[in-house]
T-cell receptor
Framework: QQQVKQSPQSLIVQKGGISIINCAYE??????FPWYQQFPGKGPALLIA?????SEKKEGRFTISFNKSAKQFSLHIMDSQPGDSATYFC???????????FGAGTRLFVKA | GAVVSQHPSWVICKSGTSVKIECRSL??????MFWYRQFPKQSLMLMAT?????????EQGVEKDKFLINHASLTLSTLTVTSAHPEDSSFYIC????????????FGPGTRLTVT
């Protein structure tokens, strides 16, 4: 019930292409959905986040698409760059923000 | 803004000894701090949540007597791994939250613990 399923596990994209990572959840109580970027040996960094009353949010090259009825959300990275190569985690938080469940992560590699 | 530091960044200790990891919010006051554990190429697993001045709330399966958490001030939380064993070797990451309606967590750079 509190799982967040993330796919794919790994992704290879050409420079300039679009990277798409998908997540799905079951618990409709989640009310905050962030995406994090993590480089090897570093802590995660918040990229972008969305609330369930919004269907899309864009910040620079990063866009979250949110489908409340399907209980799915995705991250799109436009014009992917080699510097975007990292592990990306989707997450979902319960009301109050005291518990956040992370997806398994997607290792993205952008080929130059 | 919203910088969280951790110290040390890596530590090697002998089996049976205790290790303390510090987590500090440098430019904001954190009403809540979280401690996560991450194994190689795996996701983050929440270990415990701590609020300033109160006892930490541990996730199911996390030994509270082994992983001692103290949130002494609005800018400092510590995790002490007591009587460490090789299976405690992992990447420990803290995060901090301002609180209220703000859900954003700001993560520290992590601490690599190796127990020999």
């Amino acid at each position: 019930q509190q799982q967040v399923k993330q796919s794919p596990q790994s992704l290879i994209v050409q420079k300039g292409g679009i990277s798409i990572i998908n997540c799905a959840y079951e618990n409709t109580a989640f009310d905050y959905f962030p995406w994090y970027q993590q480089f090897p040996g570093k802590g995660p960094a918040l990229l972008i986040a969305i609330r369930p009353d919004v269907s899309e949010k864009k910040e620079g090259r990063f866009t979250i698409s949110f489908n409340k009825s399907a209980k799915q959300f995705s991250l799109h990275i436009m014009d992917s760059q080699p510097g975007d190569s990292a592990t990306y985690f989707c997450a979902a938080s319960l009301p109050g923000g005291f518990k956040t469940i992370f997806g398994a992560g997607t290792r993205l590699f952008v080929k130059a | 803004g919203a910088v969280v530091s951790q110290h040390p960044s890596w530590v090697i200790c002998k089996s049976g000894t205790s290790v303390k990891i510090e987590c500090r919010s440098l430019d904001f006051q954190a009403t809540t701090m979280f401690w996560y554990r991450q194994f190689p190429k795996q996701s983050l697993m929440l270990m415990a949540t701590s609020n300033e001045g109160s006892k930490a709330t541990y996730e199911q399966g996390v030994e509270k007597d082994k992983f001692l958490i103290n949130h002494a001030s609005l800018t400092l939380s510590t995790l002490t791994v007591t009587s460490a064993h090789p299976e405690d070797s992992s990447f420990y990451i803290c995060s901090a939250r301002v609180g209220g309606q703000t859900y954003e967590q700001y993560f520290g750079p992590g601490t690599r613990l190796t127990v020999t």
